[in-house]
């Protein structure tokens, strides 16, 4: 009768992301992130990265944060795996929990908000 057919995982289904085509294997998406990661230090000067603690809500990540305060941040399966994609970007790596973020973090925060207000304003 397959009263719990609906319950049950299917077979050969993949998740669909939210434009509806197929979500990306582990393998594309690790690929995706480490190629966005190595264009960011690539077209950027004065790169660093942070790693932030895994927390009850986020899994570990790494931020790069760029001279100017541009940054990005994406997800690690930990701190030592942070600490290696720091060495074959050839950046220095920190713990954000010793050092804390840098000031130019904020400052460009600050100046994003400005824009887009400008934007909508405009």
Excluded: C
């Excluded at 009263?3 to 289904?13: C, K």
């Excluded at 294997?25 to 790693?51: D, I, N, P, Q």
């Excluded at 001279?67 to 990005?72: F, I, K, V």
């Amino acid at each position: 009768m397959g009263l719990f057919r609906r319950l049950s995982p299917r077979r050969n289904r993949q998740a669909a992301a939210p434009g509806g085509e197929p979500a990306p294997s582990a393998k594309e998406a690790r690929e995706a992130t480490l190629a966005h990661l190595h264009e960011f230090v690539r077209t950027r000067v004065g790169v660093e990265a942070y790693v932030e603690p895994q927390t009850n809500v986020t899994p570990t990540t790494v931020m790069l944060v760029a001279t100017d305060g541009e940054w990005t941040r994406r997800r690690v399966p930990d701190a030592r795996a942070a600490a290696q994609l720091a060495a074959t970007l050839g950046i220095p790596v920190y713990d954000v929990q010793r050092t804390g973020y840098p000031q130019r973090v904020r400052d460009w925060n600050a100046r994003q908000r400005v824009e887009r207000r400008r934007a909508a304003s405009s």
